[in-house]
């Protein structure tokens, strides 16, 4: 399976506190072809860093509520764990995406 950056996925987390595991959305950022991908995860809860993106068309991505991308809490998930895929961004939502992934990771010090 091959997924493409700003795929919106279900995939099932394992907690510690929850031995069964929790299924959570995240938003594709990198597929290499290999069996895992880097991913963003999404939450219903508000923004509370300046690195917290709210979605602002999220109904065009396939989610329920309103969610909010978490930019600073970047992972590897493996593709065995995704559970199904339920849309993609919006290409305004994915540009406001890149730009606060540059702001995070690619800013230049004066």
């Known amino acids: 399976m091959i997924l493409k950056p700003g795929e919106v996925v279900l995939v099932r987390i394992d907690y510690p506190q929850t031995p ?7 938003v594709v950022l990198l597929d ?6 880097v991913a ?9 860093s300046p690195f917290d993106l709210p979605i602002q068309r999220w109904r065009e991505a396939g989610l329920n509520v309103s969610s909010t991308i978490r930019v ?9 764990e995704i559970v199904r ?14 730009r606060v992934l540059r702001r995070a990771f690619c800013e230049e010090s004066g």
């Open 72 to 80: 600073h809490k970047l992972t590897v998930l493996a593709k065995t």
């Open 85 to 98: 895929r339920v849309g993609r961004l919006p290409e305004s939502d994915w540009a406001e995406l890149v």
């Open 20 to 26: 069964a595991g929790k299924i959570r959305p995240c």
């Open 32 to 37: 290499a072809g290999d069996d895992d991908f």
């Open 40 to 48: 963003a995860p999404l939450t219903s809860r508000s923004r509370s």
